[in-house]
């Protein structure tokens, strides 16, 4: 059921770029014979052109892997808040625009996600195959409530209790079910968030600011690609509820949860939510996967249960 790993990459390329007078970096893994499209993947708000590396060794065989660190995240230029969302999406395209890639499989986890999409209905040519993990549509009741605690703590350099919120807010309680390596990786967020620099409190400050002041969805059109939305069957930041009324907003989307795994589902399953993202891209059947739960088409559900009134 995984996916066979029978070449390595060709070769890494940084490259820095500036969109609008702000200064990124982007991440090429190159691959000289691709079954597929580019795969670009766009991580959450604490993910950077580095978090996909253990993804690599399953992913790159297929394909030329691209990660980037937009303005005002990871080491790119700090962005003021009043850059919202439109910005970061048209900054994506920019970035493909100047490494020369015309078309990408789209892979968005958490705030990635949020990019991915305003850059798939702004740039709806630049798409292939949208795969969205740990996406909702809408902003979670239990981050806008944790926003102010968590900006607070920042800005008065309690790093630490910002630390346990911030493990709190992105891990599962442990009575919600098993998850996969939990203890391993709330450690690994805790020292994470422990060792953030002073420009990376600064920039997480902006994030919140950002989000909360911008929203983080549009009801634009979405090009009709195949697409998968999934995330862990214990998420409690995006439940399953809220990618179900995501994937029903996309044409033709598949939905579906990833067997003993939380909103972190890309860590603690990275075999396994490699082996999905490389099968989708491939069109290779992602139905029947012990790791997951039933295929749902939420759209067709929902149009189905319309018809029928």
């Given at each position: 059921?995984?996916?066979?790993?029978?070449?390595?990459q060709d070769s890494v390329e940084e490259r820095r770029l500036a969109f609008q007078g702000f200064s990124y970096t982007c991440r090429i893994v190159h691959q000289s014979a691709p079954r597929t499209a580019p795969l670009l993947l766009l991580g959450g708000?604490?993910?950077?052109?580095?978090?996909?590396?253990?993804?690599?060794?399953?992913l790159a065989p297929l394909c030329t892997l691209?990660?980037?660190d937009l303005p005002g995240y990871g080491t790119s230029d700090f962005l003021p808040a009043r850059y919202g969302i439109d910005f970061l999406g048209d900054a994506v395209q920019h970035t493909l625009a100047e490494i020369g890639v015309p078309e990408v499989n789209l892979f968005g986890g958490c705030f990635g996600e949020v990019v991915g999409l305003r850059f798939a209905q702004r740039h709806p040519e630049s798409v292939r195959r949208i795969i969205f993990a740990g996406a909702a549509n809408r902003l979670p009741g239990i981050y806008t409530e944790a926003v102010p605690r968590l900006s607070q703590a920042l800005g008065r350099g309690d790093i630490e209790g910002a630390a346990e919120g911030l493990v709190r807010l992105f891990m599962s309680n442990p009575e919600a079910?098993?998850?996969?390596?939990?203890?391993?990786?709330?450690?690994l967020l805790q020292r994470q968030f422990m060792n953030q620099t002073p420009e990376e409190v600064r920039k997480a400050l902006e994030h919140n600011t950002r989000l909360v002041t911008h929203g983080c969805y549009e009801p634009l059109p979405v090009p009709e690609v195949p697409t998968l939305v999934f995330t862990g069957e214990h998420d409690t930041l995006c439940t399953p509820e809220m990618g179900r009324e995501l994937a029903a907003t996309m044409p033709g989307a598949r939905f579906t949860t990833v067997?003993?795994?939380d909103h972190l589902v890309t860590v603690e399953r990275r075999e396994e939510s490699a082996d999905l993202i490389a099968r989708?891209?491939?069109?290779?059947?992602v139905d029947g996967l012990p790791y997951c739960s039933a295929l749902e088409s939420p759209a067709a559900e929902l149009t189905g249960a319309s018809s029928a009134r």
């Open positions: 059921m995984r996916t066979a790993v029978t070449a390595a708000s604490s993910q950077d052109r580095y978090s996909w590396q253990s993804h690599e060794k399953w691209i990660t980037v079910g098993r998850v996969r390596r939990h203890a391993a990786v709330a450690r067997r003993e795994a989708f891209c491939t069109d290779r059947p």
